[in-house]
């Protein structure tokens, strides 16, 4: 079966192409309420299989010629693949309503151990403090620092951490409270320990004009991501250290501290919103960090 959503016999164009796929992020965003990010994913992985099959038409979409494709994977890692047959479902099953065609497609099934805090870390503690004294070189020190620390004794994502304005933060409890909850990603109850705070405050000093709802670090997500990637470089380091693998090591060094993974759970926002809420109270917030301090995370010493 072919792609009535592509008729060959009208000769479809680039711009053609570049169109649906335009309309294809609305619909990702709009009706299925993404998060950017993912939005993003999604639309490059289904322009780059539409560029590839090009030569061969449209018209000859099938099942068989999505297997032929996702071939091209089998030596990616699992999760590029299932990120694959994901955006896959999106375009094929749910934006064009075409089931069939990826109905056979199964996510690659990921072993504990493989992924998350349960995975061998390529980095150790000593790295993250090579990385930190490196970023005292970048243009930006005290921004960079600041974030470095943010993201790994928070466990927060990549953009949340750069959505944060000062509304967000309680510097009493060094506590984090977003309420950014896009799609399948919520957001959860954090705090920063006492390495991050000073490195904060010393850059928020440098800020005496930032408003309560102004974002506190002005930087993209793809420019935070590519000064940690050159840090890591300068420092010999054989993967980088990214926002994301800080949020991987977090996870790790918290579970080894001894704190329950239920509690990760919500200082990361993976808890269902149930459990999120009752802990919104006071007396929650309080709990929580008396859990969070007492797993006295350090990254610098």
């Known amino acids: 079966m072919g792609l009535p959503a592509f008729p060959a016999s009208r000769g479809l164009n680039l711009g053609d192409i570049e169109e649906r796929l335009e309309k294809f992020k609305d619909f990702c965003r709009v009706d299925v309420n993404l998060d950017e990010r993912t939005v993003e994913g999604y639309y490059y992985s289904a322009r780059k299989f539409l560029g590839w099959v090009q030569m061969r038409g449209y018209e000859s979409v099938n099942t068989d010629v999505v297997r ?156 935070i991501n590519w000064v940690l990637v050159r840090a890591s470089k300068q420092c010999g380091l054989k993967r980088s250290i990214t926002p994301q693998m800080l949020r991987v090591w977090f996870s790790f060094e918290m579970g080894r501290l001894g704190v329950p993974d239920r509690y990760i759970d919500i200082f990361q926002g993976r808890a269902p919103r149930s459990v999120l809420a009752e802990f919104y109270t006071p007396k929650g917030i309080q709990e929580l960090k008396q859990i969070y301090d007492k797993a006295g995370l350090k990254v610098l010493s």
């Open 68 to 223: 032929e494709y996702l071939q091209l994977y089998l030596e990616k890692s699992k999760c590029t693949r299932a990120n694959q047959i994901k955006a896959f479902r999106r375009f094929f099953r749910d934006y064009l309503g075409m089931p069939d065609i990826v109905a056979s497609f199964k996510l690659p099934r990921i072993r504990r151990g493989e992924i998350g805090r349960y995975m061998e870390l390529p980095f150790t503690k000593v790295d993250l403090q090579h990385v930190y004294r490196e970023l005292e070189h970048t243009k930006y020190a005290l921004r960079n620092q600041a974030l470095f620390l943010l993201y790994a004794t928070s466990g927060l994502r990549l953009k949340e951490a750069l959505q944060l304005t000062p509304n967000h933060i309680n510097r009493d409890l060094r506590s984090i409270i977003l309420c950014l909850e896009r799609g399948t990603k919520k957001t959860g109850i954090t705090f920063y320990n006492e390495e991050a705070e000073q490195a904060l405050n010393a850059y928020l000093r440098e800020q005496p004009s930032l408003l309560p709802n102004d974002r506190i670090f002005s930087v993209g997500g793809k420019g």
